[in-house]
């Protein structure tokens, strides 16, 4: 069992950056894929970024490619979400999740932190 706890979110303008981050506990966190979902108001969950156990590969969403970068550091089991030139719609609440990751991609698991708002001004 692994519990999630996000921080980092804040308000920020259009074209700013933010880093989340994603505390973990527990001794099994790097036997975990990891990833970043969002939750806009209105809108359904949706997949942001994810990362293998060992930090190896990486995936994410077309609309963060290139402006989002997903990081984990197994010692501190601490994921991170380094997101740069914001836009109004990156607006949210992030969550992060422990799941697994396959080649063919990030299933998401049960595990989900609380969430935390991000919200971009224009």
């Known amino acids: 069992q692994v519990q999630l706890v996000e921080s980092g979110g804040g308000l920020v303008q259009a074209g700013g950056s933010l880093r989340l981050s994603c505390a973990a506990s527990?001794?099994?966190?790097?036997?975990?894929?990891m990833g970043w979902f969002r939750q806009a108001p209105g809108k359904e969950r949706e997949f942001v970024a994810a990362?293998?156990?060992?930090?190896?590969?990486?995936s994410y969403a077309d609309s963060v490619k290139g402006r989002f970068t997903i990081s984990r550091d197994n010692v501190k089991n601490t994921m991170y979400l380094q997101m740069s030139r914001l836009k109004p719609e990156d607006t949210a609440v992030y969550y992060c999740?422990?799941?697994?990751?396959?080649?063919?991609?990030?299933?998401?698991?049960?595990?989900w932190g609380q969430g935390t708002q991000v919200a971009v001004s224009s």
């Open positions: 990362i293998s156990q060992s930090g190896g590969r990486t």
């Open positions: 527990g001794r099994t966190f790097s036997s975990y894929g």
């Open positions: 999740n422990a799941g697994l990751y396959f080649t063919t991609g990030y299933q998401r698991g049960n595990y």
